[in-house]
């Protein structure tokens, strides 16, 4: 039995590294599914294949969640059967999810209500794919004592299974990257002519929504005066062209353009008017950008408020005036892409 252990454990940081990456676009991948599936919005499915954010999220849970995988691994191990190794890791994968939605709702129970039971699928079958991985046998050795009747070859199904859902994630979420690369020199131009005062339109741009809003005056003399409530007034932490880094963050005064993506979890937000009619929302603050899913609420320049969940201003995409009412939206590059 020393034997059939000591092979398991031989080269135990690169089994880790491997099954934790391919686990976690398995949870990522179901995640999003899953939120799609209770939005409705089934069309963000094929927007999500073509985009970066995929890739991000898992990348950035893989930094944090690799060290104290390896910890819980080397624990697991000494488990004597390999169901229960696997079941281990699943109700682990499960109560990280719990954790992580409490992390993303900031203690919101009516919104942990209504993702509760995806985020612990998702979790519970990365878990199982994690464990499956790492019982996967890569290459013929003694049977291990007291592992049971479980043959080598279900054994090895398994961890195949787990791989290849882990690979289609792994896979799904490289397509993204390519087609941002693909159509980083591609813009669109749009005629502004129509678009009248406090009247929002919105198109997509590389797959991602992006506002164009028309300024008033009045509007733009609001958000002229100082702010003490607004986390960066200045956009000194937030993405957004050179010539549109000023107060009203634009190119031309009375034309606002952003992306319509929350910067906390990428919701999207609503636009009011008068900072009414969106249930939660402060309609003391005036016109605004307001997220129902956490509360994020914004500007009319994008610029968010101190207390609320998103940490930078909404980002403004490259563009550029042609003409007096045409403006030409550029797609992103991979770097601007990733930072947004």
Known sequence: MGEGVNQVRAFPFIRVVLALLLAIQVWTWLRLAGAIWLSGAFEHLAVLVKSVGPLKISLEAFWVLVVPTLAVSFWVQRVPSMGGR???YTVLGAAVALLDLISNAGFNWAFIGHQLWVYLISGGVAGLAYGAMLELRWRARPAVAG???LSEGRRNLLGTLGVSLGGAGLLGSLAGPLYVWRNR???IDV?????KEDQLMTLTVANKPVWILRR????IRLLEQENPQLFDPHSEHSQQPEQAKNGLRSIRPEYFIAYGICTHLGCAPVYSRDGEGNEGADSSAGPQFFCPCHGGLFDLAGRVYSGTPPPANLVVPAHSF???EVVRLYFPSLAEAWRG
């Open 147 to 149: 592992e049971g009747a």
């Open 86 to 88: 696997v079941l281990a």
């Open 322 to 324: 042609v003409s007096a």
């Open 216 to 219: 008033s005056p009045e509007v």
């Open 191 to 195: 005629n502004l002519g129509h678009l």
């Open 185 to 187: 020199h591609r813009y």
